[in-house]
Nanobody, 120 residues
Framework: QVQLVQSGGGSVEAGGSTRLSCAVS??????MAWYRQAPGKQREAVAA???????FYDDSVKERFTISKDNAKNTLYLQMNSLKPEDSAVYFC????????????????WGQGTQVTVSS
């Protein structure tokens, strides 16, 4: 059973930075991604890391967030800079998609979620 264990996040002031980590217990092929869900809203795709190394970002986080992957540690990261209050949400990592990175139901595995709160 593949497990995704998240760490990082917490409370940050607007304009600040934080980094999320997602450690994967067993190698699994496919796109890995970060999603977020704010209260009363649908889960939305934030960034993704494809098997060929390509990265994808939602327009709302381009130039501010960076997704990366350490293959030796089997860990996915999301560096979040210039944070805004509207970035506040529970962030989830996901793994195992063989299709579009923005379709959540295509991911086989999900992390437990971690809260990021950005205060103004």
């Amino acid at each position: 059973q593949v497990q995704l264990v998240q760490s990082g996040g917490g409370s940050v002031e607007a304009g600040g930075s934080t980094r999320l980590s997602c450690a994967v217990s067993t190698y699994t092929y496919g796109t890995m991604a970060w999603y977020r869900q704010a209260p009363g809203k649908q889960r939305e795709a934030v960034a993704a890391f494809a098997p060929d190394g390509r990265t994808f970002y939602d327009d709302s986080v381009k130039e501010r967030f960076t997704i990366s992957k350490d293959n030796a540690k089997n860990t996915l990261y999301l560096q979040m800079n210039s944070l805004k209050p509207e970035d506040s949400a529970v962030y989830f990592c996901a793994a195992g998609s063989l299709g579009s990175w923005v379709v959540p139901k295509l991911y086989k595995y999900w992390g437990q979620g971690t809260q990021v709160t950005v205060s103004s």
